[in-house]
């Protein structure tokens, strides 16, 4: 696709079940990052992946936050045992590698409820 | 890993120059200042980004100080659809473990 393409856009869950959300990056990006957005507040940097290099975990707030790229492309972000405090709006965004511009392509978000 | 201090929120007419200020008196050489904004409901969208030169594009402004302690974003001609939480961010360019963190930014108003 041209943009960043993030599934589900919404997902409503009950306390204590993993959820899954997906990011497809723009095609050739080979860095990708996902933040999280509370409502009301700025982003908060999760993790970031760029190219075959070890991803940079050190966002995620505990063991229960996990995140994938595979093959360089697809991330799917899991949240284990939800909680209630996890309900935000997940972004993922992807970028060529740093070259020119540093510019981040952001997706639409997937928001999260956990009830 | 707040790097920058903005003004939580700005208002501006409709038509007249938008000026947004942000402080980053920590800012190493090799970082850059990045701005993006994030309308309601929506991602953050690239705007401009810059070293030490002042930049422009068909969107903004950038003007960096001449010791990079501190930068301003100008939008020339501020339109209500310009209405926006305004991130300003540095960061280095390249290399791995690059990353971008985004403060709560300004909140700028627009009014007709």
């Known amino acids: 696709g041209a943009g960043v393409s993030q599934s589900p856009s919404n997902k409503v869950t009950e306390k204590g079940k993993d959820v899954e959300l997906r990011c497809d990056p723009i095609?050739?990006?080979?860095?990708l990052y996902w933040y999280r957005q509370s409502l009301g507040q700025g982003l908060e940097f999760l993790i970031y992946?760029?190219?075959?290099?070890?991803?940079?975990k050190s966002g995620l707030p505990s063991d229960r936050f996990s995140a994938e790229r595979t093959g360089g492309s697809v991330s799917t972000l899991t949240i284990q045992r939800t909680q209630q405090e996890d309900s935000a709006v997940y972004l993922c965004?992807?970028?060529?590698?740093?070259?020119?511009?540093?510019?981040?392509?952001f997706g639409e978000g997937s928001r999260l409820t956990v009830l | 890993d707040a790097k920058t201090t903005q003004p939580p929120s700005m208002d501006c007419a409709e038509g007249r120059a938008a000026n947004l200020p942000c402080n980053h008196s920590?800012?190493?050489?090799?970082?850059?200042v990045y701005w993006y904004r994030q309308i309601h409901s929506q991602g953050p969208q690239y705007i401009i980004h810059?070293?030490?030169n002042n930049e422009t594009n068909e969107m903004a402004s950038l003007i960096i100080t001449e010791d990079r302690k501190s930068s301003t974003l100008i939008l020339p001609h501020a339109t209500l659809r310009d209405t926006a939480v305004y991130y300003c961010?540095?960061?280095?360019?390249?290399?791995?473990?690059?990353?971008?963190?985004f403060g709560t930014g300004t909140s700028l108003t627009v009014i007709p």
């Open positions: 961010i540095v960061s280095a360019a390249g290399g791995a473990g690059n990353q971008f963190y």
């Open positions: 095609s050739g990006h080979t860095a």
């Open positions: 965004a992807s970028s060529r590698p740093f070259a020119n511009t540093g510019e981040l392509f």
């Open positions: 920590t800012i190493s050489g090799n970082e850059y």
């Open positions: 992946f760029q190219g075959n290099s070890a991803p940079d």
């Open positions: 810059g070293l030490k």
